[in-house]
């Protein structure tokens, strides 16, 4: 099965700019929305590029939970970006639109780390539709505190709600994922990538051939 992850992955639709390698401008990761393009905050407020702290390439995504002194009253909010371009609706609401996706992969691949100065923990959230109403997939995932990276392989086959391929997807990270979010609250990104374990995409043949003996001796591994 690791075999056929690695080998698959390349095949099936990727997530662009999953290691955050490009930006249009110095906020904005290729791909994605963040916090400051919603909510109309200062650049380089929430949502940063890291060229010092990485996995991939030569940069990672940085999100932060802060204030914005004379913008958010007070309030605390946590860095987030979401992949595809987001608007705000005339009730003042962000609407994230995700990008056109037309496979069904088998895991959530990427690396992270999070630091927090209380109890806030970070998120993860994926969304796969079809027709943007049918929720094929919608789920969330807390990520908690980790000093060092930590490479993430979320196996999705037990979340797909019916039989559809999606034709929407739509990915968010958050710095926070606490009703009140926590000043200093920091979540590195990197290395976002989907795996297929199935059947590779239409034209692809795959081969694999043994390196070494395919029988062993009792015992041996």
């Known amino acids: ?63 932060l939970a802060d204030s ?6 007070g309030h605390v909010l946590g860095g987030l970006v979401s992949l595809g371009t987001a608007t705000i609706s005339q009730s003042g609401s962000p609407v ?35 027709q943007f109403t049918d929720k094929v997939i919608k789920v969330g995932f807390a990520l908690t505190a980790a000093a060092n990276w930590v490479h993430m392989a979320i196996p999705l086959s037990t979340f797909y709600s019916d039989g559809n391929t999606p034709d929407t997807l739509q990915i968010q990270f958050s710095a926070s994922n606490a009703q009140t979010s926590i000043i200093g609250s920091t979540l590195h990104v990197d290395a976002v990538r989907f795996g297929y374990v199935g059947a590779p995409a239409p034209g692809i043949t795959a081969t694999i051939t043994p390196a070494g003996p395919t029988t062993f001796c009792t015992g041996d591994s």
Request: proline letters at 6%; zero cysteines; a negative charge.
């Open 1 to 63: 099965a690791l075999l056929a992850m690695a080998f698959f992955t390349g095949f099936g639709q990727q997530v662009p700019n999953g290691s955050f390698e490009t930006w249009t401008n110095p906020i904005n990761p290729d791909g994605w929305a963040d916090v400051e393009t919603i909510v109309g905050l200062p650049t380089n407020t929430l949502t940063f590029k890291d060229t010092t702290t990485f996995t991939e390439g030569l940069a990672s995504l940085k999100l």
């Open 68 to 73: 914005v002194a004379g913008v958010t009253q």
């Open 96 to 130: 994230f639109t995700g990008i056109a996706f037309a496979y069904r992969p088998d895991s959530l691949v990427f690396d992270y780390k999070y630091s927090s100065p209380g109890t806030d923990t970070a998120a993860v959230f994926l969304t796969l539709t079809k």
